[in-house]
């Protein structure tokens, strides 16, 4: 019995940092989820995406930026929800993304029985 609980004493002694990173995780990955289930958070589409490495010794981020335009922040007038591209925003409300396109320009009243609006570019 003894063997055993030094056995495991010694595995987490061993894996301590990868035990507090997966700690902190749940617990952030928790609160998110709470914000999120109530309202709380809006969620925008970000354009850098960062990814981490957590091999011991060293941790290694990678940043990769998005080529080309950028998009355009959309708002829907109704819901108030944000958007980081027309195409997003025509995806997430069912609407043609030609027709988003022709409402954005002023040529149709609305899309898809919805009014939005550009705020400028995603930055």
């Given at each position: 019995m003894k063997q055993q609980i030094e056995k495991i004493k010694n595995h987490v002694q061993e894996n301590k940092k990868v035990y507090i990173v997966g700690a902190g995780c749940l617990v952030v990955g928790a609160v998110?989820?709470?914000l999120c289930s109530q309202g709380g958070v809006q969620i925008v589409d970000s354009l850098k995406i960062t990814l981490i490495n957590w091999k011991s010794p060293h941790v290694s981020m990678t940043t990769l930026v998005r080529r080309g335009?950028?998009?355009n922040t959309i708002r829907c007038i109704q819901t108030g929800e944000l958007f980081a591209s027309q195409e997003r925003a025509a995806?997430?409300?069912s609407v043609n993304s030609s027709g988003l396109s022709r409402h954005l320009n002023?040529?149709?009243l609305?899309?898809?029985g919805l009014t939005f609006e550009k705020l400028g570019e995603t930055a």
């Open positions: 998110g989820g709470v335009h950028p998009g995806l997430a409300n002023g040529q149709n609305h899309a898809g």
